[in-house]
Nanobody, 114 residues
Framework: QVQLVESGGGLVQPGGSLRLSCAAS????????MAWYRQAPGKQREQVAR???????FYADSVKGRFTISRDNAKTSIYLQMNSLKREDTAVYYC????????WGQGTQVTVSS
């Protein structure tokens, strides 16, 4: 059974940095790709960044140049390094994995505020 557990969210001032982690148990090697999504209040969930099993990455235009997604196969984990954070980055961030099914983590809150 696949389980995704996020950590690393919190409160940060504008311009600050945070690093999110997603630890996967069960099926990591079967994932075609993994991704980070976010959902702000009153808005639809959107994909922020994704990384393939081969390491190729893709970023939403809104975070390009500020966020970096990475993976550590030995730790069956992915990460999202978020720099130069803006108030509009405030959201619940979700880890996602895809094999034959969709798998979601429980989410971690990121709040950018002074």
């Amino acid at each position: 059974q696949v389980q995704l557990v996020e950590s690393g969210g919190g409160l940060v001032q504008p311009g600050g940095s945070l690093r999110l982690s997603c630890a996967a148990s069960g099926g990591f090697s079967s994932f075609v790709f993994m991704a980070w999504y976010r959902q702000a209040p009153g808005k639809q969930r959107e994909q922020v960044a994704r990384i393939s099993s081969g390491g190729s990455s893709f970023y939403a235009d809104s975070v390009k140049g500020r966020f970096t997604i990475s993976r550590d196969n030995a730790k069956t984990s992915i990460y999202l390094q978020m720099n130069s954070l803006k108030r509009e980055d405030t959201a619940v961030y979700y880890c996602y994995a895809r094999n034959l099914q969709d798998h979601w983590g429980q989410g971690t809150q990121v709040t950018v505020s002074s």
